[in-house]
Structure formats: structure tokens, C-alpha cells
């Protein structure tokens, strides 16, 4: 059972750095106001694009250079409520800049306050609208959950990998016993100084998986859009087609009893009552058929919203719905294909890829730069009773080792991530061709079916049913009119579902099966164990 209020919040912090390093431009990632329909509340079923997911999908334009956001050009991932630190204080430091980041925080929240009770799997009146169970997916799906804690997960990465290396302290004892005295005693403390701006690196790196992972949680929000809308036309889909069979099934009650009626009376033959017996159980059959469509789209909404069973329920949306989100029209592909390459958050998370990619050559290249270890010691001597200190400094010296396999390996890493965002335009253009053509199909179905075969049947059964009252037809005759009218009214529901559901995932920018996709971070703190260890 669910509570009557639902309440999600999900707090994101997009962090996307951006410098221009090695001749590699780290992108900058600006909001700009998105051109997809708007989402009316008051709309049972509604086809506007992923703009009414309660988080917000910003449309992404791709500049070179960077400029952190709010006056922050600090470059300091900051937490919610933390004040950004004084540039004056950082450039007197010797402590290596943190990555730039556009700390942005985004609220996803969802609520939902019906007056009563939500859902009950032991209620079967209860009706499930798309609004409503859209908020249940954003609040309770795992795929998405699951991709905002692996951002969580980069972000104490983040953290980690900038940290600066602990002193060390000791004691140090020798010549212990040596004339039969004391010998030498004392402490010191060692310290690695880590240069070259590693550590500092090492954060615009990470900085870029924050950005990555961030983006892919809008990624699986917009899978999960997507497939809920294509499972909830499915359970609309199987509740009209049922009800069509039921309004015919009536009909067809009525031939097997005029059959039979005839075949006593002598008046009839016993292959219409057959054929009318074969009528009745075909529409049986298409009604049992429909009740196995709508559980099993209930099942997947289920899945999709995160609950475990929704029982015995419907949802709400009829034939006009359905209609009328068919009559909406798309933009010509070359203008959806340009909206969807500035609106799509699987193109951000590849992008902030490329970045991540470009911020670690530069690291790379700096590993070469070498770190000073330093060491202060102070003692005494037991058999002259003075004190004595001790200073060291070492550090190692680049002659057979100077990073040159990690930075090639960097290189070939940059170069992968910007052929990833070539595949992904490409696979794009792709998929929305063939989404286009199956668009267009179901359209001219559609289109044929308002136009010319509906109107036709209509009148066809209207003729037929005048004849019938002037004795031209028999019940027989007006029986096979029905059926060609009630399958034509099928065959248009299953046009009108097809292109809904081409038409959410052309406006789910072509993401969808949000259950199947994993989101996981891999990252971890070895770029400081490099840093670290110098070379």
C-alpha cells in the first residue's frame, strides 16, 4: 500500500568542469530553454515530451572555454549552503586550483495528494492516471535511484583524490649501547610535497565524472518516461479493445439466439447458428485476450513505478485520448533530429566524457613533474649530552620513467571519447529515421482510417440496418456489417497505439528500457595513489 503523499527529492549537484588544456577545449555546458511541449496537469493523457519530467532537461549547447557559474571562478566544488572561498586566498597558497565546476543544484521532487488514500492493490476501483503515475516512477524507480547514488559515489571520489598526503612522524634511535652509552635519540617529521597542480587535477578529472553521472540520472528519468508511456498505452490499448468486444459480444448473443430460434422453427439452417457460435467465441476470445494485454501492462507499470503489484486496476484514458495524442505533430526530421541533439542527456554524458578525457592528459602530462619529499629530525647524543638536528630533501629524478605510456594511453582515451560523441549523433540520426518511417506509417494508417474506412463502415452498417427494417437484409447480414465495423474500430485502436508510442519515443529523445540499463561508477581514488607516488 502506498501513503496518500508521495515525496521525492532528489538533490544534484552538476558539476562541469571546463579549461582548455593540451589543445583539448573542456566543454561548457549551459542551460537554454527547452521547445518541447509544455505538461497541462489537467490533461488525462498527455504526449508532451520529456520537458514535464519533474526534473529539468536542459538543452545542451556546446561552447569552447569556461566560465564558472555565480562569480565562482574559484573552480571549488561546493557543498549546498557553502560559501565560495576568496580567489586571493587561494592564489597566495601553494595548493593547486580545484576543478571548475557550474555547481548547480537540481530538485527533483514529486508529490502526489489525492484528498485520500493512493493506491490500494485491494481496491479494483481505483484509476491510475499518467500524471500520477508518472510522479510514482520519478520517486520510487531503482534505475534511477540507482544513478543518482553512483553520482553520490564520484562525488566522494572527488573529494578523496584532492587531498593533500599526511605528514609522517618518528623516532629514530642508533649507535645504541656503542661505549656503553645511550647513543643517539630523537623524532622527525617527514613531509611529500605534491607539485605540479596534480592533486588539483586530479579533482577537474573527477569533476567530470560528477558531470557525467549527473547526466546520466536525467538519462534514466528520460528512459523511464518513455517506457511508461509505452506500457500505459498498451494497458489503454487492451481496456478499449475489451470494451469494443463487450459492445460486440452483445451482438453477437443475439445471432446465436436468432439462430437457434430459426433452426427450431424450421426457418433456419444449422450452419448460421455454427457460424454465429464461432462469432460469439471468437469475441470471447479477443476479450480474454485483451484481459491478458492489460495485466500484463499493469505488471510493467508496476515494474516501471517501482511497486510490487497494482492489482486489479485500471487506468484512465479512452479511444479519444488516444486520438488525440495521434493528431499531434511532429517536426520534420531534420528539426527533430536537431532538438534531440540539443535536448539529449545521453549526448551530455558523452561530451562530459570527452572533457573528462581532456582533463586527464593534461594530468598526465603533469605526473612527470616530480614531488619533493622533506624531512626534519632533532635528537640528542647520550655520550657527549648534545643536541644535534638533521635535514633532508629528496626526490626522484625522471630518467627512464616519465610517464610517457599513461600519457599516450590518455591521448588514445581522448581520442575514443570524441569518436563516442560522433557514434552517438550518428546512432541517433539512425534510430530516429527508422522511428520516423514507423511514424509516418501508423500516421497514414490513421489518417486512412478516420478519413475513409471508418466513415464507410458507418455508413455501410447504417444502410444495412435501414434494409434490415424494409426486410431486404436478414440479422445475418447485419451481423457480418457489425463485425467489419467492430474490426476496423480494433484495427484503428492499434494504429492509434502504435503511433503513441513511436511519438513518446521520439520525444523521449530516443531513450528508453530504463530497468535494463545499468548505472555504475567504476572510478576510484588511484589517481591520487599517483599523485603520490611521484613517478
Not at 214 to 229: A, F, G
Not at 276 to 302: G, K, N
Amino acid at each position: 500500500m502506498l501513503r496518500r503523499s508521495l515525496l521525492f527529492k532528489l538533490s544534484l549537484t552538476l558539476a562541469l568542469a571546463g579549461s582548455s588544456v593540451s589543445g583539448c577545449s573542456i566543454a561548457r555546458v549551459r542551460k537554454t530553454k527547452t521547445s518541447l511541449a509544455n505538461h497541462s496537469s489537467s490533461t488525462t493523457v498527455a504526449a508532451a515530451g520529456p520537458a514535464e519530467l519533474p526534473a529539468p532537461q536542459p538543452n545542451m549547447v556546446v561552447e569552447a572555454g569556461f566560465q564558472s557559474p555565480g562569480g565562482n571562478d574559484n573552480g571549488v566544488l561546493l557543498q549546498e549552503g557553502e560559501a565560495a572561498p576568496d580567489r586571493s586566498e587561494r592564489d597566495q597558497s601553494n595548493e593547486a586550483p580545484h576543478p571548475s565546476t557550474a555547481a548547480v543544484d537540481v530538485e527533483v521532487a514529486a508529490q502526489v495528494d489525492l484528498g485520500g488514500e493512493l493506491w490500494s492493490s485491494k481496491e479494483g476501483d481505483t484509476v491510475l492516471t499518467l500524471e500520477l503515475l508518472e510522479q510514482m516512477a520519478m520517486a520510487q524507480n531503482p534505475a534511477i535511484q540507482q544513478a543518482a547514488a553512483s553520482a553520490g559515489q564520484a562525488r566522494g571520489i572527488h573529494q578523496q583524490v584532492g587531498l593533500k598526503p599526511n605528514p609522517t612522524v618518528g623516532y629514530f634511535g642508533q649507535e645504541i649501547g656503542n661505549d656503553g652509552t645511550g647513543g643517539q635519540h630523537g623524532g622527525y617529521v617527514s613531509q611529500t610535497w605534491v607539485r605540479g597542480e596534480k592533486l588539483g587535477w586530479n579533482r577537474r578529472v573527477t569533476a567530470q565524472d560528477i558531470a557525467a553521472l549527473n547526466w546520466q540520472v536525467h538519462v534514466q528519468q528520460q528512459r523511464i518516461w518513455t517506457d511508461l508511456r509505452i506500457a500505459y498505452y498498451d494497458a489503454v490499448s487492451a481496456q478499449v479493445r475489451r470494451q469494443l468486444a463487450e459492445e460486440f459480444r452483445s451482438v453477437a448473443e443475439q445471432a446465436v439466439k436468432l439462430a437457434g430460434e430459426k433452426l427450431e422453427a424450421d426457418v433456419g439452417t444449422r450452419p448460421d447458428l455454427l457460424q454465429s457460435e464461432i462469432q460469439l467465441s471468437e469475441v470471447d476470445l479477443l476479450i480474454q485476450q485483451a484481459d491478458i494485454d492489460r495485466s500484463a501492462a499493469l505488471q510493467q507499470l508496476a515494474a516501471v513505478c517501482g511497486v510490487v503489484d497494482f492489482g486489479d486496476t485500471t487506468v484512465a484514458g479512452n479511444r479519444d485520448d488516444l486520438a488525440n495524442i495521434a493528431s499531434q505533430p511532429l517536426f520534420d526530421q531534420e528539426s527533430m533530429f536537431m532538438e534531440i541533439i540539443a535536448s539529449s542527456p545521453e549526448l551530455a554524458v558523452a561530451q562530459a566524457r570527452v572533457d573528462r578525457a581532456c582533463a586527464n592528459l593534461h594530468r598526465q602530462q603533469l605526473q612527470a613533474i616530480p614531488n619533493v619529499t622533506t624531512q626534519l629530525g632533532v635528537g640528542a647524543d647520550d655520550a657527549t649530552g648534545t643536541a644535534f638536528s638533521n635535514v633532508q630533501v629528496s626526490l626522484p629524478v625522471p630518467v627512464h620513467n616519465s610517464n610517457q605510456g599513461n600519457i599516450r594511453a590518455a591521448m588514445a582515451e581522448n581520442t575514443a571519447a570524441q569518436r563516442n560523441v560522433e557514434r552517438i549523433r550518428a546512432r541517433i540520426r539512425r534510430d530516429l529515421a527508422r522511428a520516423r518511417g514507423e511514424y509516418l506509417a501508423a500516421a497514414a494508417v490513421v489518417q486512412n482510417f478516420q478519413s475513409r474506412i471508418l466513415p464507410n463502415a458507418e455508413a455501410a452498417l447504417e444502410l444495412i440496418g435501414q434494409g434490415k427494417e424494409a426486410g431486404e437484409f436478414d440479422f445475418l447480414r447485419v451481423l457480418t456489417a457489425r463485425r467489419a465495423y467492430f474490426d476496423s474500430n480494433l484495427q484503428f485502436v492499434a494504429a492509434l497505439v502504435k503511433l503513441a508510442q513511436v511519438q513518446a519515443r521520439i520525444r523521449g529523445n530516443l531513450l528508453e528500457d530504463g530497468l535494463g540499463q545499468s548505472i555504475d561508477y567504476q572510478g576510484s581514488d588511484g589517481l591520487r595513489g599517483q599523485a603520490l607516488s611521484g613517478l
